[in-house]
């Protein structure tokens, strides 16, 4: 797979080198200085790391690169290198007339391609949702349907953006390939235990496997950018996180979140640590209001921001910014939009000098301001790629505008599109793979090995788990295609599965609560976050924090005996151990 560059000491050189150059002679005509938001100051602050001549980097290194190629681009290219919107349609160039409606009303033009193309983009994010989606509210329509079709759309998207003044930097394809509840491929790929399983696995080298599989996938998929993992750490019951999570504790997470950068990233597909400083320390949904973080600087410091550092130390190439209070901080202003947490911590405290990304730009907290003025702020806060504006149109126009009225500083600009030219090359030089490597059996079995370390027993002896005699699954409502899955899984392990009449084993999931769960089952698995377990009468109590197939299929290896289950919660669940298997 292709190189991935994680050269910080010469992407900060090549950045002021850059910088100082365009910044002084290359300013548009009666530039003044710019008017700042609230939350810091206009100018970039000097960078945190040691800079190094640029001539010391090689001329092929991805900084090199990236600063000859900026040095070329007119301010409109400027400008289109910092976006990264979603279009309408599964298709570059031919849509249906109602994606041809949406992408006009979102930037006056009738295709992706033609997106691309007009206003310049440095990048394409891939949309859609699923039915436990807790996203779901800012996925508007989807590009999504099978592999063979999203290499069809991403091949049409890198070649009209070939076109471009930029070309030369591979247009940034991106996608919430997460796993869980938010996973925009589903089909024909291999599907991964959620986070949250993991994180009950607790080994990284597992994570790492399993990811590497991923990633490899979704380069094939002509895909490479994740916006993936997340390194929230689970404090409270959120919702909108929950299984996303790798856990409550912020080290073991941290090891979790370090595995699946260095995972992606080997496959050539940038890793995205999001979302940053922390929306597991709120129970609220920032794609609803605008979640407040009360905590003080100092718990955040030890609790929330440990795996953003332990993704950083693996090399992740991006991080994405939350729509985040952070009262502690910068009291009132989202994190997107906070010069103090973008550049003062998350760049000068804890050394992050790649690609800060911000969270949807379509969602309320967002939202306050037009779309080029927040596209102006989040710039101005430290941001360096716009992502999901509500209006193309006008965030580009808003942003061209500042830069040429001086409102938004030129340096400020030049540095984020440096970064995101940086990390382009970075992603270069290496051919796509073939769709045959999509769920080939050893991606199916670094999935099942990680599904399989996750199974958690938090009632009933660890020795007693398997079942004998007949067996019936049961769940919640809206669970028909895992109850097969099990069923299938059960069956092929040499189980007997009945429709009535035998032990119960009961499933339940995302969204599932007290009124879910059945008195009479004899096994009770939690296939999302565990919580619900506290109230279930069951004498068996298993998590497999996921209903992928590897879970259901490890799953049924416990439940038939030829399996250990070896997991730990990795959240606290009331009145439960994390495990009840010595170890």
């Not at 440095?122 to 590009?143: C, E, H, K, R, W």
């Not at 991403?154 to 009209?160: F, K, N, S, V």
């Not at 009535?500 to 084993?505: A, F, P, Y």
Request: glycine fraction near 10%; include cysteine.
């Amino acid at each position: 797979m292709g190189r991935v560059s994680t050269t910080p000491r010469r992407v900060v050189a090549v950045l002021v080198a850059v910088t100082m150059l365009l910044a002084s002679g290359c300013s548009a005509a009666g530039q003044r200085p710019g008017s700042v938001p609230s939350s810091g100051p206009a100018e970039p602050a000097p960078p945190t790391a040691p800079a190094e001549p640029p001539s010391s980097a090689a001329p092929d290194d991805p900084a090199t690169l990236a600063a000859a190629l900026v040095a070329e681009l007119a301010d409109e290219d400027l400008v289109g290198q910092v976006l990264m919107p979603y279009a309408y349609g599964d298709r570059a160039t031919k849509v249906s007339a109602g994606s041809a409606a949406g992408n006009r009303a979102l930037a006056g033009v009738d295709t992706p391609a033609e997106m691309v193309e007009k206003y310049r983009l440095g990048g394409l994010i891939l949309v859609g949702f699923s039915a436990d989606d807790p996203t779901q509210g800012n996925q508007p329509t989807t590009n999504v349907d099978n592999p063979k079709q999203v290499r069809a759309l991403t091949t049409g998207l890198r070649e009209a953006a070939g076109k471009l003044a930029a070309g030369p930097a591979p247009l940034l394809i991106g996608i919430d390939q997460e796993f869980g509840v938010v996973t925009r491929v589903t089909e024909g790929v291999t599907m991964l235990p959620s986070a949250l399983a993991a994180g009950a696995a607790g080994d990284a080298a597992l994570t790492e496997a399993a990811w590497r599989a991923a990633g490899t996938e979704l380069a094939a998929m002509g895909i490479n950018v994740d916006f993936a993992p997340v390194a929230d750490v689970l404090v409270t019951r959120s919702a909108v996180i929950g299984s996303r999570s790798f856990g409550a504790d912020p080290q073991r997470a941290g090891q979790q979140v370090g595995g699946a950068v260095r995972g992606l990233q080997a496959a050539g597909v940038a890793a995205t640590v999001k979302h940053f400083p922390g929306h597991g320390h709120s129970a609220d949904d920032s794609h609803q209001d605008l979640p407040v973080l009360g905590q003080s600087r100092k718990k955040l410091a030890a609790q929330a921001w440990p795996p953003f550092t332990a993704g950083i130390e693996a090399g992740a190439l991006a991080v994405m910014s939350a729509h985040l209070d952070v009262r502690s901080v910068d009291p009132g202003v989202p994190a997107t939009f906070s010069y103090k947490l973008l550049t003062e911590v998350l760049r000068g405290e804890l050394g992050f000098q790649g690609v800060v990304i911000t969270d949807g730009m379509n969602m309320p907290p967002a939202r306050r301001w037009g779309p080029g003025e927040a596209a102006v702020r989040a710039l101005k806060a430290g941001n360096d790629l716009i992502l999901m504006p509500p209006n193309v149109s006008q965030a580009y126009d808003g942003l061209l505008a500042a830069l040429r009225d001086g409102s938004l500083p030129r340096a400020r600009l030049v540095e984020a599109v440096t970064r995101v030219l940086t990390m382009k090359f970075s992603l270069s030089g290496a051919p796509t793979p073939e769709l045959s490597t999509l769920a080939t059996p050893a991606h199916r079995a670094a999935a099942r090995a990680l599904a399989a370390a996750a199974v958690t027993v938090l009632r009933g002896r660890c020795d007693s788990v398997a079942l004998r005699g007949p067996v019936t699954v049961t769940s919640s409502d809206g669970r028909a295609h895992t109850r097969a899955a099990l069923t299938e899984a059960l069956t092929e392990a040499g189980v007997q599965v009945v429709p009535s009449g035998g032990k119960i084993v009961h499933l339940v999931g995302y969204g599932d609560r007290a009124g879910d769960l059945r008195a009479d089952a004899a096994v009770t698995v939690a296939m999302d976050t565990p919580y619900v377990l506290a109230q279930a009468k069951s004498p068996t109590l298993l998590a497999t924090y996921s209903s992928s197939l590897a879970s259901m299929t490890a799953l049924a290896d416990v439940l038939a005996g030829k399996a250990v289950p070896a997991g730990r919660s990795p959240v606290k669940v009331s009145g439960l151990p994390a495990t009840t298997c010595a170890g």
